[in-house]
T-cell receptor, first 117, second 113 residues
Framework: NAGVTQTPKFRVLKTGQSMTLLCAQD?????MYWYRQDPGMGLRLIHY???????AKGEVPDGYNVSRLKKQNFLLGLESAAPSQTSVYFC????????????????FGPGTRLTVT | GQNIDQPTEMTATEGAIVQINCTYQ??????LFWYQQHAGEAPTFLSY????GLEEKGRFSSFLSRSKGYSYLLLKELQMKDSASYLC??????????????FGRGTQLTVWP
């Protein structure tokens, strides 16, 4: 049981390049989230998904796209990276409909440290 | 909207007790989480309060007052390993925001020997 995993762990991009961050969870969770964390700003929600095939915007969605084609995976895409997107990105998941209890505790992946030069 | 406020930094000495406060104003409230985050690591779950009162879990306790929009995390018998950022997060009541967490900016706790 790996929990929530993220790839890659580190990445350096040049301005204008694109990339995709992959998040995978093996807890059969319905909900998945992408956050960014910057010094002094706390965790800010980029996009989230409440089920396979669904996505929704969070607080800071501009410049990012997401897809949830499979229940266990949630992809975050940067189409044209900008220095302002230098950050630590965390994926999280929550809520199992089959667990017998309603809990919205979020489980976090280890993070991806992205630098855009 | 959501407004969550907690102190930016706190310091304490080993063996002491520290209380980290969190106040919130939300358009709908279901419960409040506390997470711990060590430098360079992911946040990890500490506690979840839905009802008013104190929840105790070992050296850590969390309190909630729904009517006052107030919570605190109490850490007893502080250890050096408790040096971390402590994040307060609220979860709204149902609807389109079900399952979302709204995080405060975190309180950086430093424990001195």
């Amino acid at each position: 049981n790996a929990g929530v995993t993220q790839t890659p762990k580190f990445r350096v991009l040049k301005t204008g390049q694109s990339m995709t961050l992959l998040c995978a969870q093996d807890m059969n969770h319905e909900y998945m989230y992408w956050y960014r964390q910057d010094p002094g700003m706390g965790l800010r929600l980029i996009h989230y998904s409440v089920g396979e095939g669904t996505t929704a915007k969070g607080e800071v969605p501009d410049g990012y796209n997401v897809s949830r084609l499979k229940k266990q995976n949630f992809l975050l895409g940067l189409e044209s990276a900008a220095p302002s997107q230098t950050s630590v990105y965390f994926c999280a998941s929550s809520y199992s409909a089959t667990s017998g209890s309603i809990s919205y505790e979020q489980y976090f992946g280890p993070g991806t440290r992205l630098t855009v030069t | 909207g959501q407004n969550i406020d907690q102190p930016t930094e706190m310091t304490a000495t080993e063996g002491a007790i520290v209380q980290i406060n969190c106040t919130y104003q939300t358009s709908g409230f279901n419960g409040l989480f506390w997470y711990q985050q060590h430098a360079g690591e992911a946040p990890t779950f500490l506690s979840y309060n839905v009802l008013d009162g104190l929840e105790e879990k070992g050296r850590f306790s969390s309190f909630l007052s729904r009517s006052k929009g107030y919570s605190y995390l109490l850490l007893k018998e502080l250890q050096m390993k408790d040096s971390a950022s402590y994040l307060c997060a609220v979860t709204p009541r149902g609807g389109s925001t079900l399952g979302r967490l709204y995080f405060g900016r975190g309180t950086q706790l430093t424990v001195w020997p």
